[in-house]
């Protein structure tokens, strides 16, 4: 048996960075002990973070295609909607998966306990248990793993049953007849959605000049284009300035260029401008883990903390906050516990944005490499010239690839069309395996299918795609 095998391991936080490290580490024969306060594992992505907002994106997706559905000669009528069963139904989605998790846990026998744990010291953890009890455990190793909560802007802070962050707006309260969306971001844009589709009228407000920041903004145009018909409003390069709960509802008021009305008023404001990572955990300044710019706990290639025997993973030690990162940093966390030879360097880690349309990225995007000044070449393939595109009449995606020019390797993919999400992970793994363009123009795609806008947007590289005419130069 290897010498880890023997480890005692605590895994602080269920979330999909601590329940995988946690599953690894009992395949690998450790005995391990996982802390959450909830009744499963699961943390927020499983709880009130991906799994709910992607059943209601679901549903959103489903009432939008049956009013587009007309113009195929299928007229549905207006749905009416039962919110008490939607709500039950998304329940039943978190129900089954964080259950399915339990299962997992006590199959690999994980020790599951539900409470809170605070640091004695380096190895020692204070567990505050769900039923009242209190236990201090020592283990070999701890790994801390306790994720992010939404961010709070303290001059937009109102105590109002009115106001939702992104857990109150996954609860479903009610379908207000008018929302205001405070961030443009990804969590932003994809329950503003969910809530449009219902139903109300939502207004988004985002301060910088474009929606997603970060991501191409040839990606972001065609998702605009769409949210313009579906919201009431984008106001963008605009900022809250104040919030006040009136009789009828919360007063907003703007302030930025572009603002044409100065107030208005709203049934409910959802306040989504970010994540805050969970660093404060009782008891962290007795060990000498370091906690760095912006609050995120400071870790090596190894997921190691300046203190030896512990780990940190997931949101709590960096961006880009998503439970895919979070998951491999708690495999690599435990290998490295392990005494394999890891570290945590990817060349791809895939970012989408489940709005309709999807938008995906991974790897290098234009955007950091004009920041870098780098050189590279884009091959875009509009899907407008893809058959399975044309035949689920969503022409409005564009598929690209960033390659190197002078190695023809491909080093970035992005995706806006529907079901970019599923596509994105071809372009991961071109990255990872070094592809070049001509690997991927060389792999035969099935027919039709969105898949072949990669292979095309490869074969636009090379001036050759089968669907795109260009005119050769005289
Ligand atoms: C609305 C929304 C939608 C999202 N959609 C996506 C998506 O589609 N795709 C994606 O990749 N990501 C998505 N995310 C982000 C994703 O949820 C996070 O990146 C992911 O959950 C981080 O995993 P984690 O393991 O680091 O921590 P978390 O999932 O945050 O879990 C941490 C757990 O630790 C517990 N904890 C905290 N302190 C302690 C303590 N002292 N003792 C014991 N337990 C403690 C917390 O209660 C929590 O259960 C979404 C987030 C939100 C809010």
């Keep these: 048996m290897p010498e880890s095998a023997q480890l005692n391991i605590a895994v602080v936080g269920g979330g999909p960075g601590g329940y995988a490290a946690a599953f690894l580490a009992a395949d690998l024969g450790m005995n391990v002990t996982l802390i959450d306060p909830e009744l499963n594992p699961g943390g927020v992505c499983l709880y009130r973070g991906c799994i709910p907002s992607k059943a209601l994106l679901h549903v959103a997706k489903l009432i939008e295609e049956s009013q587009q559905a007309k113009a195929w000669g299928i007229d549905f009528p207006k749905p009416n909607i039962d919110l008490a069963r939607l709500r039950s139904w998304k329940e039943s989605v978190v129900k089954k998966l964080t259950g399915g998790l339990g299962q997992l846990s006590k199959q690999r026998k994980v020790q599951y306990v539900q409470g809170h744990a605070a640091f004695e010291n380096s190895r020692t953890l204070r567990i ?6 209190q236990a201090s455990v020592s283990f070999d190793r701890i790994i801390i793993a306790t994720g992010s909560r939404p961010a709070i802007i303290p001059s937009l802070k ?15 309260p009610d379908v207000p007849k008018t929302l205001l969306v405070v961030g443009g971001g990804y969590i932003g844009l994809e329950l503003g959605s969910v809530y449009a589709a219902l139903g109300t009228r939502v207004t988004v407000v985002e301060m910088l000049p474009g929606l997603l920041p970060g991501a191409d903004r040839d990606l972001v145009l065609p998702l605009q284009k769409r949210l313009e018909k579906m919201f009431e409003g984008i106001l963008l390069n605009t900022t809250v300035a104040s919030l006040k709960e009136e009789a009828t509802g919360i007063r907003a008021t703007f302030e930025g260029s572009e603002v044409k009305e100065r107030e208005q008023v709203f049934d409910r404001v959802l306040v989504s401008v970010g994540r805050k990572p969970n660093s404060e955990i009782p008891g962290l300044e007795k060990t000498q883990v370091r906690v760095g710019a912006r609050s995120f706990i400071q870790v090596n290639k190894q997921l190691q903390t300046d203190d030896p025997s512990i780990y940190a993973i997931g949101d709590v030690v960096g961006e880009p906050m998503l439970a895919h990162k979070a998951s491999h940093e708690g495999r690599v966390a435990i290998e490295a516990i392990a005494g394999h030879k890891v570290a945590f360097e990817p060349n ?22 004009q920041e870098e000044g780098r050189e590279i070449k884009v091959a875009k393939f509009p899907w407008g010239a893809s058959g399975r595109a044309i035949t689920i009449d969503r022409p409005d995606g564009v598929t690209k690839l960033i390659v190197d020019p002078q190695t023809e390797r491909v080093l970035g993919v992005g995706i806006v069309g529907a079901g970019a999400g599923e596509l994105i992970a071809e372009g991961v793994l071109a990255i990872e395996m070094a592809a070049l363009a001509r690997d991927v123009a060389l792999s035969i795609h099935p027919h039709p299918t969105l898949s072949e806008t990669v292979m095309e947007s490869a074969e636009v590289f090379f001036g050759t795609s089968t669907h795109v005419y260009r005119p050769k130069r005289a």
Excluded at 128 to 133: A, E, F, I, P
Excluded at 158 to 172: C, E, F, I, K, Q
């Design 158 to 172: 109102l105590d109002s049953p009115r106001m939702m962050d992104s857990t109150g707006a996954l609860n479903l």
């Design 348 to 369: 791809a880690i895939p970012a989408v944005v489940f709005t309709d349309p999807e938008v995906a990225w991974c790897g290098l995007t234009e955007t950091r490499a």
């Design 128 to 133: 505050s248990k769900s039923d009242g009890t």
